[in-house]
């Protein structure tokens, strides 16, 4: 059954490898106080920061430096940024880098002329902002998160370690985006993978719910092809425009709202790998590689009709002659070779988790109801667990 | 390759069986004159006209009435709905019914504050409009054109037959568009077919073009699927809810922009079928069903990669030990079964043309050269007397 549902993205996104001459196109409708947030200084070496800076100056900008956006953005950082740009009186917040900046830049967007903590508000009581909103626009250098086309923001909470994101409706969405696939050309290797990743499991978070079939599990499943078949080419190399096109458009798609219309989600991979992610400070999409196989085998058999269609649709599983959980656990099989091929990690080991933090990691994930089945404090603990090797 | 572009689609819609009452939260952000624009009448046998009725009055607004609205509205038309809209003094054009009301209302709400004739500025010289645009909002009750979340507008020449369409910007989309598939469940099963064919005939236009295969060709085979799935459940029963709601939606984002992002479309079917339409005025989806095969088959060899591609991904053709152009080949039968089976009309001659019409049909079809081949006079002509059959 198709839920009922509304739709609005009215983020404007230029894609290309000459996009960020668009930037002239959207400053001019902001005032002149733009804050320009980035993260540990990659775009200082790329060059990037000086061809923002001189747009923005050509512009007849004035601007205020947000520098130092680490990968899990924390409160403490959070509250930097909003006494930044209170004290810029901001018109726009310009986040330049990866998924990191452009969900802070969210985050100080809902909190500028906010009186309470943003923390307690909108992280813990999950409330919609009542305040004005600043808007925030986007030139991005990572392809994952999809942050430059929703209203998603995920902070860490420096005193506690904990992790959570907030999914703003479509008034704190940036207003532009500038998407040049050139610029995640400069990422390692392993950020690069990680995005895929991430990518991949933003689809099968929306994916992996629901009795029946509807446009959107198609529409993921297309997305969910493509990121594979683009990935291998990028993995191979890294400099392939074409590759590194698909994978950050796939991005942007994977997760602005679309595929989840009509249909209820999951999202208990993210709570696992947030969970981990706190304790760790590993690299998001890592952290979700690390912990799905375990998470779907123990989901396996409450979701068995999508994980098999899952099997055939997206890994092109002969399903002649086998059970329904044979053709699912061949599925899985397939999805393992590939996140192998592409090196991702594949155990929270790897990343740092030990032994003896699993019990303060499961304190630590949040349990969804959206997915084929709601997890017990065992089946999280189990896991986590199986998630070590 | 992914070629450069930008994307803007700030259409908001309301998607479900209870999405009429979301017209409470559109209606007060315009003035107090609304025209009313609508068909034949078959809104009135169903109730929706007094059910819109009611919410405009509720809303305290002024009603003008635009009825009549033909499935290929005309240009005599066109400028009596402009003459409606100025006398009226028109803060919002609100279309009750199918893509050609949707379409005649962006015409109109182009033209009403345009100096100049709406035909021969916007259909014959293709330019955009240099004057205030009038905000369109949507009730749609027939899921096939898209209208409801493109610039798109289809206007028949009432002197000369000649059918054109212009795809204007951002713009000129819908406000804000109501979609509830139970509106659809009222048409006729053959307008429902049509539609059908139409969404998937908008597919096939963008899909069938460019050398390599970006995130939109995925997304294109996914909404393919999906739509051929559906429309079996629907045929054998138009009251399947699910169903209604897929076709719909797909026909949404079949033609909204997204899936020709990044790369060339052909859309000669369309120009083939409208030209077909202007001398029969036949029902739009049945005329690109009627020379979609021929076409195809002409125009085979030059995209025989893409064809093979479709046979395999939309049609599960398995390709061991068959030639390229026989698995591509295979999948044409495959889309022939499957047009069969749904009941679409599969030949020109059933929608009243005639033998001596080809030349004088063939002088108005517009040769794009977007796809695999640009068809010269001769093939014009052969296909539309392959399509006689």
Redesign the interface.
């Known amino acids: 059954?198709?839920?009922?549902?509304?739709?609005?993205?009215?983020?404007?996104?230029?894609?290309?490898?000459?996009?960020l001459k668009?930037l002239n196109e959207e400053l001019p409708k902001y005032g002149k106080n733009v804050v320009l947030i980035y993260g540990g200084g990659s775009i200082k070496k790329t060059g990037l920061y000086d061809d923002v800076l001189s747009v923005l100056k050509a512009n007849g900008k004035t601007v205020f430096e947000d520098g130092g956006v680490m990968p899990n953005p924390t409160t403490d950082k959070l509250r930097e940024g909003v006494k930044i740009a209170r004290d810029a009186k901001a018109d726009l917040l310009l986040a330049v880098g990866g998924g990191s900046c452009c969900d802070y830049a969210k985050a100080v967007a809902v909190s500028v002329n906010c009186d309470e903590d943003p923390w307690d508000k909108y992280f813990l009581r999950f409330e919609e902002p009542s305040c004005e909103i600043l808007p925030v626009g986007c030139v991005l250098t990572m392809a994952g998160t999809g942050s430059e086309m929703n209203g998603g923001s995920v902070i860490t909470d420096s005193a506690t370690n904990t992790k959570i994101g907030h999914v703003f409706g479509s008034e704190v969405m940036p207003k532009f985006s500038i998407l040049n696939?050139k610029y995640t050309m400069s990422l390692p290797k392993y950020q690069m993978i990680a995005g895929i990743y991430d990518i991949f499991s933003h689809i099968c978070e929306q994916y992996f719910s629901g009795d029946?079939?509807?446009?959107s599990d198609?529409?993921a499943?297309?997305?969910m092809?493509?990121v594979i078949?683009a990935s291998r080419v990028a993995v191979k190399n890294p400099e392939d425009?074409?590759a590194r096109?698909?994978i950050m458009?796939?991005a942007t798609?994977a997760l602005n709202t679309?595929i989840a219309?009509?249909k209820t989600t999951d999202w208990m991979v993210h709570m696992l790998g947030q969970a981990v992610g706190g304790y760790t400070d590993a690299t998001h999409g890592m952290t979700l590689a690390a912990v799905t196989l375990p998470y779907f085998r123990c989901i396996l058999e409450a979701g068995l009709a999508k994980f098999k269609r899952f099997a055939t649709e997206v890994w092109n599983v002969n399903p002649e002659g086998k059970t329904d959980k044979e053709v699912a656990e061949e599925g899985l099989a397939a999805l393992e070779a590939w996140m192998r091929e592409i090196g991702l990690v594949m155990n929270i080991t790897d990343l740092g988790a030990t032994e003896d933090m699993i019990e303060d990691i499961a304190d630590k994930v949040i349990v969804l109801t959206g997915g084929y089945k709601v997890l017990t404090r065992d089946e999280i603990v189990k896991v986590l667990r199986e998630s070590l090797n």
């Open positions: 059954m198709i839920g009922n549902f509304s739709y609005l993205n009215a983020t404007k996104l230029y894609f290309g490898d000459d996009s668009f696939p029946d079939t509807n446009v198609y529409i499943e297309a997305l092809k493509s078949d425009y074409e096109s698909n458009w796939a798609w679309l219309k009509g």
